[in-house]
């Protein structure tokens, strides 16, 4: 069986209280907060921003997500072409919110066949939910990244699969989600989980009494805790009042929450049936949970719909072809620029000459992730994304001279209408984004954000 070496959750900065939701739409609060993503995030992004702190290479990526933005593409290939992997094999899971632990299971069976040493499972989801509807408050928008090679600190030491034909969890292309989620808390859950778990447990030759934490994905917190009270064990937290339940990647996050600690852990994800893997930790694995849910803001209602693109036009104007992003896939996604061999100048993008000396003899090279602010502008005349202005949103760009050399002009994001700590000197980090979407093509690329 192959191991979890390591671990990065990514949180969206943005996170908005129930109450606050409740006020605005007369549904009844359900307590605590959620996180939300920005306008210009979503599964894609959220994966690299997750993925990109894990350090080493990768022979493989899983993405699993319920909420890709393509209905034809690969979001694997995106996340590794961003993270700058050569020769990956690339794999997407969809369509349930097991994706996670399917992919995790792929995983183990990858690295367990010999034939890949370092395999990153990778878990995002932003799912669309209808204003006023209980959805709204359940779900809210994250991603976690895994890594899974031979030797590691959290050793999978077994795992049981086994679907369920419930209607369950649905939703319709270009809908929202919208379900009776009573049918999958009183008749698929509990079921699904207990016979996943009792079934691996007798492979095992354990009982639940072996096992320091059993964590499962559920419709509600509520069906968690039941369950988990059922077979007298403690329930830890689920994390509901913080973030909300993070679609398919809520398994993985519930996971990163006991990676700190050692132990046995039995990790249920479920989805039309149920997938659940033992996992015993030897030695701590640290993750960032604690700095991702710190270091996030409170937004108001009607700043969440417009990051939902529900107020507010965003209209285009004209832009690149899709083949110039294709040809400029080095310099716009994995970022590298030019450093020149003569006067040693770094710069980005990358062109025929040196900017500096007029040299054509230059080396590509990967930029740095941190900069600091040179000069900004914030303009009103245009809102984020360069998009037709709304007066209340606007466009702000940032020269910023990277840590490793080089000045580019960046977009920068995380904010709405409060710039404060946007000033000359002020450090910054980049992060992937969605630059704009244009005839029906969602266009990719990095951005400046205060640094997290």
């Given amino acids: 069986m192959a191991s979890i070496s390591d671990c990065s959750v990514y949180l969206p900065v943005w996170k908005i209280k129930r109450e606050e939701i409740a006020n605005h739409t007369g549904m009844p609060s359900m307590g605590g907060e959620k996180s939300v993503a920005h306008w210009d995030e979503d599964s894609i992004t959220m994966a690299v ?8 290479n990768f022979d493989a990526v899983l993405f699993a997500s319920t909420s890709s933005p393509f209905r034809i593409k690969q979001s694997a290939s995106f996340v590794a072409s961003a993270l700058d992997l050569e020769n990956a094999f690339t794999m997407d899971f969809s369509n349930s919110f097991r994706a996670s632990t399917n992919a995790l299971i792929t995983a183990n069976e990858l690295v367990d066949s010999g034939k890949f040493e370092r395999v990153l499972v990778v878990s995002a989801d932003s799912i669309p939910t209808k204003p006023g509807s209980i959805y709204e408050q359940l779900y809210g928008d994250g991603a976690v990244a895994l890594a899974v090679e031979k030797n590691g600190a959290a050793k999978i030491i077994g795992y049981h699969s086994a679907y369920q034909p419930l209607p369950g969890s649905w939703m319709l292309k270009d809908e929202f989600l919208s379900y009776d989620m009573r049918l999958d808390a009183i008749f698929g859950y509990a079921s699904s989980i207990q016979r996943s778990a009792m079934s691996l447990l007798g492979k095992l030759g ?9 964590i499962a994905s559920a419709p509600d917190p509520k069906s968690y805790e039941g369950l ?20 398919t990647a809520h398994p993985l996050f519930l996971l990163a929450s006991q990676l700190e600690k050692t132990g046995r852990i039995l990790l249920g994800g479920y989805g039309e049936g149920a997938d659940v893997i033992a996992i015993e ?10 700095r991702m849910l710190e270091s996030r803001k409170e937004m108001s209602y009607s700043d969440y719909l417009y990051n939902k693109g529900f107020i507010a036009n965003r209209d285009a104007p004209d832009r690149p072809p899709i083949t110039k992003l294709w040809r400029e896939e080095k310099s716009v996604i994995r970022f590298y620029g030019m450093k020149c061999k003569k006067c040693g100048t770094v710069s980005y993008p990358i062109s025929r000459r040196c900017v ?43 020269v910023v001279d990277l840590e490793r050399g080089g000045r580019v002009l960046f977009e920068v994001t995380d904010t709405l209408t409060d710039f404060k700590g946007t000033e000359c000197d002020a450090e910054v980090e980049r992060t992937f984004r969605l630059l704009f979407e244009k005839n029906g093509f969602r266009y990719y690329g990095w951005k400046a954000r205060p640094a997290r």
Avoid at 206 to 214: A, G, L, Q, T, V
Avoid at 372 to 394: K, Q, W
């Fill in 206 to 214: 354990m009982s639940p009494m072996d096992f320091d934490r059993i």
């Fill in 356 to 398: 500096e000396c007029g040299a054509d003899d230059f080396e590509e090279v990967k930029l740095g992730e941190r900069g600091r602010i040179y000069t900004f502008t914030i303009d009103y005349l245009v809102s984020p994304g360069n998009y037709v202005g709304d007066g209340a949103h606007p466009h702000c760009v940032a």
């Fill in 281 to 290: 930790v030897s030695e701590p694995i640290q993750t960032n949970i604690g």
């Fill in 49 to 56: 921003e997750a993925a990109k702190r894990l350090k080493g």
């Fill in 228 to 247: 988990v009270k059922a077979v007298g064990a403690k329930p830890e937290e689920f994390f509901f009042k913080r973030t909300g339940i993070l679609g």
